[in-house]
Protein backbone atom coordinates (compact mmCIF):
# COMPACT_ATOMS: atom_id res chain seq x y z
CA UNK A 1 0.00 0.00 0.00
CA UNK A 2 1.42 3.26 -1.11
CA UNK A 3 1.74 6.03 1.20
CA UNK A 4 -1.88 7.61 2.69
CA UNK A 5 -2.29 11.38 2.77
CA UNK A 6 -5.09 13.03 3.18
CA UNK A 7 -5.26 13.95 -0.56
CA UNK A 8 -5.42 10.30 -1.24
CA UNK A 9 -8.72 10.00 0.91
CA UNK A 10 -9.72 12.83 -1.49
CA UNK A 11 -9.13 10.83 -4.88
CA UNK A 12 -10.84 8.03 -3.15
CA UNK A 13 -13.88 9.78 -2.74
CA UNK A 14 -13.59 11.33 -6.26
CA UNK A 15 -13.52 7.32 -7.55
CA UNK A 16 -16.27 6.64 -5.37
CA UNK A 17 -13.65 4.30 -3.68
CA UNK A 18 -14.55 3.13 0.00
CA UNK A 19 -11.81 3.36 2.71
CA UNK A 20 -11.41 2.39 6.65
CA UNK A 21 -9.88 3.26 9.97
CA UNK A 22 -9.65 1.44 12.78
CA UNK A 23 -8.35 3.00 16.31
CA UNK A 24 -4.86 1.36 17.96
CA UNK A 25 -3.10 2.52 20.89
CA UNK A 26 0.46 0.71 20.47
CA UNK A 27 2.60 0.39 18.15
CA UNK A 28 2.33 -3.51 17.98
CA UNK A 29 -1.80 -3.19 16.89
CA UNK A 30 -0.70 -0.07 14.61
CA UNK A 31 1.48 -2.36 12.47
CA UNK A 32 -1.13 -4.92 12.20
CA UNK A 33 -3.37 -2.39 11.07
CA UNK A 34 -1.39 -0.89 8.96
CA UNK A 35 -0.04 -4.33 7.43
CA UNK A 36 -4.37 -5.44 7.16
CA UNK A 37 -4.33 -2.59 4.10
CA UNK A 38 -6.24 -0.12 6.43
CA UNK A 39 -5.96 3.50 5.19
CA UNK A 40 -6.00 5.31 8.22
CA UNK A 41 -5.52 4.62 11.96
CA UNK A 42 -7.13 6.46 14.58
CA UNK A 43 -5.41 7.47 17.76
CA UNK A 44 -8.62 8.21 19.66
CA UNK A 45 -9.28 9.31 23.19
CA UNK A 46 -11.25 5.89 23.32
CA UNK A 47 -8.28 4.69 24.89
CA UNK A 48 -9.96 6.63 28.10
CA UNK A 49 -12.48 3.30 28.04
CA UNK A 50 -10.91 0.87 26.27
CA UNK A 51 -7.48 1.07 27.85
CA UNK A 52 -8.06 3.17 30.76
CA UNK A 53 -11.73 1.87 31.88
CA UNK A 54 -13.35 5.18 31.89
CA UNK A 55 -17.02 5.39 31.54
CA UNK A 56 -16.44 8.39 28.91
CA UNK A 57 -13.44 10.22 27.46
CA UNK A 58 -12.92 13.45 29.43
CA UNK A 59 -10.35 11.67 31.83
CA UNK A 60 -7.76 11.82 29.00
CA UNK A 61 -4.99 14.31 28.74
CA UNK A 62 -3.00 15.49 26.12
CA UNK A 63 -0.09 13.80 27.55
CA UNK A 64 -1.74 10.48 27.69
CA UNK A 65 -2.63 11.31 23.57
CA UNK A 66 1.38 12.51 23.18
CA UNK A 67 2.22 8.80 24.52
CA UNK A 68 -0.46 6.68 22.45
CA UNK A 69 0.34 8.62 18.97
CA UNK A 70 4.33 7.81 19.38
CA UNK A 71 4.11 4.54 20.51
CA UNK A 72 1.73 4.26 17.37
CA UNK A 73 3.81 6.06 15.13
CA UNK A 74 6.55 3.51 15.94
CA UNK A 75 4.47 1.03 14.92
CA UNK A 76 2.58 1.96 11.34
CA UNK A 77 3.96 2.83 8.20
CA UNK A 78 1.65 3.77 5.14
CA UNK A 79 -1.77 4.16 6.85
CA UNK A 80 -2.33 8.10 7.46
CA UNK A 81 -2.00 8.14 11.15
CA UNK A 82 -4.93 10.73 13.13
CA UNK A 83 -4.31 11.84 16.72
CA UNK A 84 -7.19 13.09 19.12
CA UNK A 85 -7.25 16.22 20.47
CA UNK A 86 -8.61 15.13 23.96
CA UNK A 87 -11.20 17.05 26.47
CA UNK A 88 -10.56 20.99 26.62
CA UNK A 89 -7.10 20.64 25.28
CA UNK A 90 -8.21 22.82 22.24
CA UNK A 91 -10.84 25.56 24.51
CA UNK A 92 -8.85 28.55 23.29
CA UNK A 93 -6.91 29.40 20.17
CA UNK A 94 -3.22 29.70 21.88
CA UNK A 95 -4.24 25.69 23.65
CA UNK A 96 -5.17 24.37 19.86
CA UNK A 97 -2.04 25.45 18.43
CA UNK A 98 0.16 24.78 21.19
CA UNK A 99 -1.29 21.14 22.02
CA UNK A 100 -1.76 20.05 18.15
CA UNK A 101 1.75 21.12 17.64
CA UNK A 102 2.35 18.61 20.77
CA UNK A 103 0.76 16.19 18.83
CA UNK A 104 2.19 16.08 15.31
CA UNK A 105 5.83 16.02 16.91
CA UNK A 106 4.42 13.22 18.55
CA UNK A 107 3.82 11.54 14.85
CA UNK A 108 0.32 11.95 14.34
CA UNK A 109 -0.36 13.66 10.58
CA UNK A 110 -3.53 14.95 11.28
CA UNK A 111 -5.81 16.25 14.52
CA UNK A 112 -8.92 15.49 15.20
CA UNK A 113 -11.25 17.91 16.75
CA UNK A 114 -15.00 17.86 18.04
CA UNK A 115 -17.23 20.77 17.55
CA UNK A 116 -18.86 22.54 14.67
CA UNK A 117 -19.03 26.55 13.83
CA UNK A 118 -17.46 27.79 17.13
CA UNK A 119 -14.13 25.85 16.05
CA UNK A 120 -13.60 27.43 12.57
CA UNK A 121 -11.34 29.56 13.80
CA UNK A 122 -9.16 27.02 14.97
CA UNK A 123 -9.58 24.88 12.19
CA UNK A 124 -8.73 27.98 9.69
CA UNK A 125 -5.64 28.61 12.30
CA UNK A 126 -4.28 24.92 12.07
CA UNK A 127 -4.70 24.83 8.10
CA UNK A 128 -2.83 27.89 7.69
CA UNK A 129 0.35 26.74 9.87
CA UNK A 130 0.42 23.37 7.47
CA UNK A 131 -1.85 21.03 10.11
CA UNK A 132 -4.03 18.74 8.78
CA UNK A 133 -7.97 18.66 10.15
CA UNK A 134 -10.34 16.12 10.95
CA UNK A 135 -13.67 17.75 12.29
CA UNK A 136 -15.91 15.73 13.67
CA UNK A 137 -19.73 16.16 14.14
CA UNK A 138 -23.01 14.55 15.24
CA UNK A 139 -22.28 12.66 18.73
CA UNK A 140 -19.43 14.16 19.87
CA UNK A 141 -18.45 11.80 23.22
CA UNK A 142 -16.72 14.89 24.53
CA UNK A 143 -19.90 16.61 25.15
CA UNK A 144 -21.44 13.47 26.18
CA UNK A 145 -22.93 15.79 29.66
CA UNK A 146 -24.41 18.24 27.35
CA UNK A 147 -26.03 15.88 25.14
CA UNK A 148 -27.30 13.80 27.97
CA UNK A 149 -25.86 10.75 26.71
CA UNK A 150 -24.18 8.41 23.91
CA UNK A 151 -27.74 8.99 22.18
CA UNK A 152 -27.83 9.60 18.15
CA UNK A 153 -28.27 13.20 16.62
CA UNK A 154 -29.53 14.82 14.22
CA UNK A 155 -33.10 13.61 14.41
CA UNK A 156 -35.43 16.31 13.66
CA UNK A 157 -35.20 18.34 10.54
CA UNK A 158 -33.85 21.62 12.84
CA UNK A 159 -30.83 19.18 14.03
CA UNK A 160 -30.63 17.88 10.63
CA UNK A 161 -30.19 21.15 9.22
CA UNK A 162 -27.93 22.22 12.36
CA UNK A 163 -25.24 19.80 11.34
CA UNK A 164 -25.32 20.21 7.53
CA UNK A 165 -24.63 23.64 7.98
CA UNK A 166 -21.45 22.76 10.65
CA UNK A 167 -20.60 20.33 7.98
CA UNK A 168 -19.93 23.22 5.15
CA UNK A 169 -18.82 25.29 7.50
CA UNK A 170 -15.49 23.07 8.99
CA UNK A 171 -15.35 22.07 5.26
CA UNK A 172 -15.26 25.93 4.63
CA UNK A 173 -12.50 26.40 7.00
CA UNK A 174 -10.16 24.20 6.03
CA UNK A 175 -11.03 20.94 7.41
CA UNK A 176 -9.76 17.88 5.03
CA UNK A 177 -11.32 15.18 6.62
CA UNK A 178 -14.73 14.64 8.61
CA UNK A 179 -15.80 12.12 10.92
CA UNK A 180 -20.15 11.89 11.40
CA UNK A 181 -20.96 9.80 14.58
CA UNK A 182 -24.51 8.27 15.36
CA UNK A 183 -26.94 10.40 12.75
CA UNK A 184 -28.93 8.86 10.62
CA UNK A 185 -28.13 7.19 7.59
CA UNK A 186 -30.25 10.10 5.30
CA UNK A 187 -28.15 12.84 6.96
CA UNK A 188 -25.05 10.65 6.80
CA UNK A 189 -25.55 10.20 2.80
CA UNK A 190 -26.95 13.90 2.78
CA UNK A 191 -23.71 15.68 4.11
CA UNK A 192 -21.18 13.04 1.93
CA UNK A 193 -23.01 13.88 -0.98
CA UNK A 194 -22.45 18.17 -0.06
CA UNK A 195 -19.41 18.41 1.08
CA UNK A 196 -16.29 17.81 -0.89
CA UNK A 197 -14.00 16.24 1.45
CA UNK A 198 -14.20 12.20 2.67
CA UNK A 199 -16.76 11.59 5.36
CA UNK A 200 -15.57 9.43 7.51
CA UNK A 201 -19.25 7.28 9.22
CA UNK A 202 -19.57 5.83 12.41
CA UNK A 203 -23.43 4.94 13.23
CA UNK A 204 -24.11 6.91 10.22
CA UNK A 205 -24.57 4.04 7.38
CA UNK A 206 -23.10 2.59 4.46
CA UNK A 207 -23.25 6.10 2.18
CA UNK A 208 -19.93 7.93 3.91
CA UNK A 209 -16.93 7.66 2.16
CA UNK A 210 -15.11 5.95 4.76
CA UNK A 211 -16.43 3.67 7.96
CA UNK A 212 -14.05 4.10 11.44
CA UNK A 213 -14.57 1.48 13.90
CA UNK A 214 -12.89 1.21 17.90
CA UNK A 215 -10.54 -1.62 16.98
CA UNK A 216 -11.55 -3.52 20.46
CA UNK A 217 -15.48 -3.27 19.45
CA UNK A 218 -14.68 -4.73 15.80
CA UNK A 219 -12.42 -7.78 17.64
CA UNK A 220 -16.04 -8.26 20.21
CA UNK A 221 -14.38 -7.72 22.98
CA UNK A 222 -17.00 -4.78 24.39
CA UNK A 223 -19.75 -6.79 26.18
CA UNK A 224 -22.37 -4.17 25.54
CA UNK A 225 -21.52 -3.23 22.04
CA UNK A 226 -23.04 -0.43 20.32
CA UNK A 227 -25.98 -0.82 17.83
CA UNK A 228 -23.41 -0.10 14.83
CA UNK A 229 -20.69 -2.79 15.54
CA UNK A 230 -20.04 -5.88 13.93
CA UNK A 231 -17.57 -8.36 15.76
CA UNK A 232 -15.09 -9.37 12.88
CA UNK A 233 -13.16 -11.56 14.85
CA UNK A 234 -16.58 -13.81 14.26
CA UNK A 235 -14.96 -16.45 12.20
CA UNK A 236 -11.69 -15.35 11.56
CA UNK A 237 -8.33 -17.21 13.49
CA UNK A 238 -6.38 -14.51 14.09
CA UNK A 239 -6.70 -10.51 14.78
CA UNK A 240 -4.74 -9.49 11.76
CA UNK A 241 -7.90 -11.85 9.62
CA UNK A 242 -10.56 -9.93 11.51
CA UNK A 243 -9.23 -6.54 10.75
CA UNK A 244 -8.79 -7.25 7.12
CA UNK A 245 -12.39 -8.46 6.61
CA UNK A 246 -13.65 -5.76 8.33
CA UNK A 247 -11.73 -3.48 5.45
CA UNK A 248 -13.13 -5.91 3.22
CA UNK A 249 -16.78 -5.62 4.06
CA UNK A 250 -15.84 -1.47 4.20
CA UNK A 251 -14.69 -1.73 0.15
CA UNK A 252 -17.33 -3.97 -0.63
CA UNK A 253 -20.28 -1.92 0.77
CA UNK A 254 -21.64 -5.18 2.96
CA UNK A 255 -20.71 -3.23 6.39
CA UNK A 256 -22.53 -1.53 7.80
CA UNK A 257 -25.36 -3.54 7.15
CA UNK A 258 -29.05 -2.46 7.71
CA UNK A 259 -29.21 -3.25 11.43
CA UNK A 260 -26.46 -1.42 11.88
CA UNK A 261 -28.04 1.82 10.88
CA UNK A 262 -29.93 4.66 12.82
CA UNK A 263 -33.38 6.03 10.61
CA UNK A 264 -34.12 9.71 11.38
Known amino acids: MPRITPQTLCDMKLRGEKFSCVT ?53 GDA ?10 YATLTDTLNNSALLMRAGAQMVKL ?16 GIPVCAHLGLTPQSVNA ?4 RVQGKTPEAAR ?10 AAGATLLVIECVPRSLARDITRLVSI ?7 G ?51 AAQHCFDG
Not at 114 to 129: D, F, K, Q, Y
Not at 162 to 171: N, Y
Not at 198 to 204: E, L, N, Q, S
Request: include cysteine; glycine fraction near 12%.
Open 206 to 256: PETDGQVLVLHDLLGLNPKPPRFVQDFMAGQSSIAGAIAAFGAAVKSGTFP
Open 24 to 76: AYDATFAGIIDQAGIEAILVGDSLGMVLQGHRDTLAVSITDMAYHISAARRGS
Open 147 to 150: LGGF
Open 114 to 129: EGGTWLCPSIEALSAR
Open 198 to 204: PVIGIGA
Open 162 to 171: RIIDEAKAVE
Open 80 to 89: LLIGDMPFMS
